[in-house]
């Protein structure tokens, strides 16, 4: 089992920027993707952005391309996600997320956060 525990949510004017980060712990050696989510209300999931937890390579959703990175730490057992340049469509809950498997890094996340909120004024 993996637990995860999502921090630094919280309410940031638009062009403004905000860091979230997620402790990792229990098998984390299992894991392979680390990623994160956000869903907005009445919303889909989706996802915004992943990172190899062995090599560190990285996937972003197009729509947060340029403005958003993700990195981890491996000694803290942390990801971390740097928002920059936040829009008011970016407002959601944003969950960590983990997984073993190799395949996909936009599906089939075994572990989950409890989300943090993200509010966007504009």
């Known amino acids: 089992q993996v637990q995860l525990v999502e921090s630094g949510g919280g309410l940031v004017q638009a062009g403004g920027s905000l860091r979230l980060s997620c402790a990792a712990s229990?098998?984390?050696?299992?894991?392979?993707?680390m990623a994160w989510f956000r869903q907005a209300p009445g919303k889909e999931r989706d996802f915004v952005a992943a990172i190899t937890w062995p090599g560190g390579r990285t996937y972003y959703a197009d729509s947060v391309k340029g403005r958003f990175t993700i990195s981890r730490d491996n000694a803290k057992n942390m990801v971390y996600l740097q928002m920059n340049s936040l829009k008011p469509e970016d407002m959601a809950v944003y969950y960590c997320a983990a997984k073993t498997g190799r395949t996909s890094y936009s599906t089939g996340y075994d572990y989950w956060g409890q989300g943090t909120q993200v509010t966007v004024s504009s």
């Open positions: 229990g098998r984390t050696p299992s894991i392979y993707f």
